[in-house]
Nanobody
């Protein structure tokens, strides 16, 4: 069974940067959809970024475009979320999850953010707190 673990959260000032890691345990990413999600005071879990690990194609929620980057490392065991120009509204618990049915794939090689319900093997999360 796929297991994921998040790390790298912490506290920072607005305008700062953090890098989150999602490490796979017992397997490597091959042709999977891996997503980062966050849950803040609004209580629902929001998709932030998704990568299709076969092609490295990505998708982002509008609020983080141009500031966050999702990528995988060369040995395909870790997916990162580089977060720059942080804002207080980025505060929340960040989770990673995987969709091995690859439902994030769109037509012509595109990638969708994906539905939260399509993802599984959720990690425990890592807290990100951004102060103004």
């Amino acid at each position: 069974r796929a297991q994921l673990m998040e790390s790298g959260g912490g506290s920072g000032q607005a305008g700062g940067s953090l890098r989150l890691s999602c490490t796979a345990s017992g397997f490597t990413y091959t042709s999977d959809c891996v997503g980062w999600f966050r849950q803040g005071p609004w209580k629902y879990r929001e998709g932030v970024a998704t990568i299709y690990t076969l092609t490295d194609r990505t998708a982002y929620v509008d609020s983080v475009k141009g500031r966050f980057t999702i990528a995988q490392d060369s040995d395909k065991s870790t997916v990162y979320l580089q977060m720059n120009s942080l804002k207080p509204e980025d505060t929340g618990m960040y989770f990673c999850a995987i969709d091995r049915a690859r439902r994030c794939r769109g037509e012509y090689g595109g990638v969708y953010l994906g539905r939260t319900a399509d993802f599984g093997s959720w990690g425990q999360g890592t807290q990100v707190t951004v102060s103004s």
